[in-house]
């Protein structure tokens, strides 16, 4: 077997580059005009909270530059992010947040018809006909500034009660009434793990996996979690709150240490009731289960499958694995798309090689196995 050098590889490497270039600009050729971040941001917001997730990163700007430098690519400007971030430097560590102060623009329990404050759909498509609205093809700038201007006439913020713009949890309600464990303070006062500087040595705690699953790819978080939907892994969860909002984000003041408000991030959270198995015990009696999911931006399919994924991962640590769905090695080490696609694109890179020792091999096998045809033959033309 010989090695056989590669010439010439640099050069093709920049026409790769730049023939890439060319297909994203080849549009202005034609007269038509770059993408501005803006309106990323603004019409294609689902394809942003994906990013803004997957990236780890809750930097809206970048995630639309991110998504307009990949072309639309969800894996690579994820990957783009998360290598912007490892480039900058920590400048804090803000203290663990609490939900309960999310701004909710939507918010539904499957649990319950009345929940204190009631149901509020919000902005979803759970109830709209996937039809293709061909209207869109053509949109008349006029009748789309008019449709927000008229949605802001008839629901504006001076219509929502400043009040009611957050709302107890539903699983409160079960607590209190000793179906759900009590909140462990242990758990609360503990250090959440850092998976950007902790290597992942299984078992992780739940803090690890719960900032695994955030940031994992959606489509691999939403694979996982369908395995337990269809029953691998007998938890059959109901949800008992899902939650879009924003989340004040508090920072220590860097003279008083006082925390103060620096913003706001977009959030979707889920909590799902598992029914009760026999390790599930408050104070002796049976109780419910709960999974917990919660990730950048608004993205609900994969905090649903978090929460399931964590009901479930959590089963696995309590009573054994009987499931790939509860191994946290099987689960974590799948679910993340930047190491999915970084290996899966190493196969494009040369192996020559490697195939070279594998072609030898067959060969030599194939030799061996016509001489022992051969071999064979020949003994059983002797009288």
């Given at each position: 077997?010989?090695?056989?050098?590669?010439?010439?590889?640099?050069a093709a490497i920049r026409g790769a580059a730049d023939a890439l270039e060319f297909q994203r600009t080849r549009h202005g050729l034609e007269g038509g005009d770059p993408l501005d971040l803006l309106s990323i941001g603004r019409q294609l917001s689902s394809l942003q909270s994906r990013v803004l997730s997957e990236g780890g990163v809750y930097h809206p700007e970048l995630a639309n530059l991110a998504i307009k430098q990949s072309m639309?690519?969800?894996?690579?400007?994820?990957?783009?992010?998360?290598?912007?971030?490892?480039?900058?430097?920590?400048?804090?560590?803000?203290?663990?947040?609490?939900?309960?102060?999310?701004?909710?623009?939507?918010?539904?329990?499957?649990?319950?018809?009345?929940?204190?404050?009631?149901?509020?759909?919000?902005?979803?498509?759970?109830?709209?006909?996937?039809?293709?609205?061909?209207?869109?093809?053509?949109?008349?700038?006029?009748?789309?500034?008019?449709?927000?201007?008229?949605?802001?006439?008839?629901?504006?913020?001076?219509?929502?009660?400043?009040?009611?713009?957050?709302?107890?949890?539903?699983?409160?309600?079960?607590?209190?009434?000793?179906?759900?464990?009590?909140?462990?303070?242990?758990?609360?006062?503990?250090?959440?793990?850092?998976?950007?500087?902790?290597?992942?040595?299984?078992?992780?705690?739940?803090?690890?996996?719960?900032?695994?699953?955030?940031?994992?790819?959606?489509?691999?978080?939403?694979?996982?979690?369908?395995?337990?939907?269809?029953?691998?892994?007998?938890?059959?969860?109901?949800?008992?709150?899902?939650?879009?909002?924003?989340?004040?984000?508090?920072?220590?003041?860097?003279?008083?240490?006082?925390?103060?408000?620096?913003?706001?991030?977009?959030?979707?959270?889920?909590?799902?009731?598992?029914?009760?198995?026999?390790?599930?015990?408050?104070?002796?009696?049976?109780?419910?289960?709960?999974?917990?999911?919660?990730?950048?931006?608004?993205?609900?399919?994969?905090?649903?499958?978090?929460?399931?994924?964590?009901?479930?991962?959590?089963?696995?640590?309590?009573?054994?694995?009987?499931?790939?769905?509860?191994?946290?090695?099987?689960?974590?080490?799948?679910?993340?798309?930047?190491?999915?696609?970084?290996?899966?694109?190493?196969?494009?890179?040369?192996?020559?090689?490697?195939?070279?020792?594998?072609?030898?091999?067959?060969?030599?096998?194939?030799?061996?196995?016509?001489?022992?045809?051969?071999?064979?033959?020949?003994?059983?033309?002797?009288?």
């Open positions: 077997m010989a090695y056989v050098a590669i010439q010439g590889g640099a639309g690519d969800t894996l690579e400007a994820a990957f783009t992010l998360r290598a912007y971030r490892s480039t900058r430097p920590r400048l804090g560590t803000t203290a663990a947040h609490d939900t309960d102060g999310m701004r909710l623009i939507r918010r539904v329990s499957a649990a319950f018809k009345d929940i204190p404050g009631g149901q509020h759909l919000g902005p979803t498509r759970d109830y709209s006909k996937r039809l293709l609205r061909f209207e869109l093809a053509d949109e008349d700038p006029q009748a789309f500034a008019e449709t927000a201007r008229a949605w802001l006439q008839n629901n504006g913020a001076d219509a929502i009660p400043p009040g009611q713009l957050t709302f107890p949890r539903v699983v409160e309600h079960l607590r209190a009434q000793g179906l759900l464990p009590p909140l462990d303070p242990a758990h609360q006062s503990a250090v959440p793990m850092d998976i950007t500087r902790e290597a992942l040595v299984f078992p992780l705690p739940r803090s690890g996996v719960l900032s695994v699953l955030s940031r994992g790819e959606t489509g691999g978080v939403l694979a996982m979690g369908y395995s337990v939907m269809r029953s691998y892994g007998d938890i059959h969860p109901t949800i008992a709150e899902l939650r879009v909002g924003y989340l004040p984000v508090q920072m220590p003041h860097p003279i008083t240490g006082e925390p103060v408000e620096a913003g706001e991030v977009l959030m979707t959270e889920c909590q799902v009731i598992a029914m009760f198995a026999a390790d599930d015990v408050v104070d002796g009696r049976p109780s419910f289960g709960l999974g917990y999911g919660c990730c950048f931006g608004h993205n609900e399919h994969k905090a649903i499958a978090m929460a399931m994924l964590d009901r479930s991962l959590i089963q696995g640590q309590n009573s054994g694995v009987t499931s790939p769905n509860q191994d946290q090695e099987f689960v974590l080490l799948h679910v993340d798309g930047i190491e999915s696609m970084g290996f899966c694109n190493h196969y494009k890179l040369p192996h020559y090689v490697t195939f070279q020792s594998d072609l030898d091999r067959l060969r030599q096998a194939q030799k061996n196995h016509a001489a022992g045809m051969r071999a064979g033959e020949a003994a059983e033309e002797k009288p």
